[in-house]
């Protein structure tokens, strides 16, 4: 058994390295797009003749409970609108990504490869939330949108002066080593969105693993069951510190 | 850059993380959120009106009830003065037979009584004329003689009336 912090190489397409992770996230992908035509599809036909039912009212009620979610926090419609779309998507894409490690598999299937002069075992399963790349790339777009959102809200003078104060103005350099400080906390959210969402879930599969491993029938399931609430909560945890994020954004002092 | 290789962080991979959520946020926004909030919407929209229709239906059944409620009690009221006027109409017209006939009743009892009246006159004059005729015949026959044709009937015209 190889636990490996970074991500596996499966192959190599024109130079581009196809990771595990990667790969779990083209498949998270087409099934969030498949299933988005298909209630777009659905959606439309139940304006002309059926009732929703079954996949289509599971799925219409998961983006009507995460836009009352949003509206909870803005208390504002209209801005639950304009923040309703990234929310909605991280939340959706994050919990996929953290509920793939459930699908048997994990750490089991895959292929041989010799790495280090020691033929090892991919595995195809492992979940993108357990690769920084993923982390990081949703922890930058949310906080960049969030600075754009800040600008586009309250024009780029004001929302640069949450950040750069004068230190010859009213609570002089008190401000203006206040402004630094937000200017570090928006680099340390990434960190801390990135590497909390990470070490949740790489931790999660180490010990779904590692619990295989040792014992394969029965004792794996409460961890199965914790692993669930994890990433749920994660989820849960990454999108609401996004929505709190831009609602703080877009909110002068 | 070190730290970074060793984390698995790899240039190209995030990007394409970036891209791929980026792909994603806007089929998701075109084809999963658009739709579906707009037929919430509606649908929130179909059902408060709804409410309100329901909510001016039971007014108007209210108002309704109300009104026949008035309309009943006064057809009631009018039906009763009705009733009344014509327990007293028909009060009055029977006291009217009555006195009417007590009349007719007492009109024909004295006229029966004027015309036994007269009867009894007329039997009594023509029953004296008859005694005075018999008188004079038997004072006749008595005396044999007749004193005075017109004194003797003076005479007992004169004793009969005297009774």
Redesign the interface.
């Known amino acids: 058994m190889q636990i490996s912090?970074?991500?596996e190489l499966i192959t190599t397409i024109g130079g581009?390295?196809i990771?595990n992770t990667?790969l779990m996230?083209?498949i998270i992908?087409s099934i969030?797009?498949t299933?988005?035509?298909f209630?777009?599809k659905k959606?439309?036909e139940?304006?002309t003749k059926h009732k929703p039912k079954g996949l289509h009212n599971i799925?219409?009620y998961i983006?009507?409970a995460l836009?009352e979610l949003v509206d909870s926090i803005t208390g504002d419609r209209t801005q639950s609108?304009k923040f309703?779309?990234?929310i909605?998507?991280i939340f959706?894409?994050i919990i996929m990504s953290n509920w793939i490690e459930l699908i048997p598999g994990l750490g089991t299937i895959g292929v041989n490869k010799i790495h280090n002069g020691e033929t090892e075992l991919i595995p195809f399963i492992r979940s993108?939330s357990a690769?920084?790349?993923?982390t990081?790339?949703?922890a930058?777009?949310a906080v960049i949108t969030a600075q754009i959102m800040g600008v586009s809200a309250l024009g780029f003078k004001k929302y640069s002066g949450k950040f750069l104060v004068n230190p010859f103005k009213k609570p002089y350099f008190i401000g203006t080593f206040v402004g630094l400080l937000e200017i570090i906390s928006e680099f340390a959210k990434v960190v801390s969105f990135s590497f909390r969402l990470f070490g949740n879930i790489f931790a999660g599969e180490v010990l779904l693993t590692v619990m295989l491993m040792l014992v394969p029938y029965f004792i794996p399931l409460p961890f199965l069951m914790l692993e669930i609430f994890v990433g749920f909560i994660q989820a849960m945890v990454f999108s609401m510190l996004t929505l709190v994020f831009f609602k703080m954004a877009t909110e002068a002092h | 850059m070190d730290l970074l290789q060793?984390?698995?962080?790899?240039g190209?991979?995030?990007l394409?993380?970036?891209v791929?959520?980026?792909?994603?946020?806007w089929?998701?926004?075109k084809?999963?959120?658009k739709?579906?909030?707009e037929?919430?919407e509606?649908r929130k929209d179909k059902i408060e009106k709804g409410l309100k229709d329901a909510e001016k239906s039971q007014k108007k059944l209210t108002e309704i009830e109300e009104k026949e409620k008035k309309v009943l009690k006064k057809a009631r009221q009018e039906a009763q003065r009705i009733i009344g006027k014509a327990e007293e109409q028909a009060k009055k017209s029977g006291e009217g037979i009555i006195i009417e006939s007590k009349q007719k009743v007492e009109k024909l009892v004295s006229d029966a009584k004027k015309n036994i009246r007269e009867e009894k006159q007329k039997m009594l004059t023509e029953v004296k004329a008859e005694v005075i005729d018999l008188v004079a015949l038997a004072t006749d026959k008595i005396v044999g003689e007749k004193i005075n044709e017109g004194k003797d009937k003076e005479i007992i015209e004169s004793m009969v009336n005297k009774q």
Do not use: C, R
């Open positions: 912090l970074t991500p581009f390295p990771t990667f996230t083209i992908s969030i797009i299933s988005s035509f209630l777009n959606t439309k139940s304006k799925l219409e983006v009507e836009l609108k309703f779309p990234y909605a998507t959706i894409f993108n690769d920084l790349n993923m990081l790339a949703i930058l777009i | 060793n984390l698995g962080i790899n190209k991979l995030l394409a993380q970036i791929n959520f980026f792909v994603l946020l089929v998701l926004k084809f999963a959120y739709p579906v909030l037929v919430l509606e």
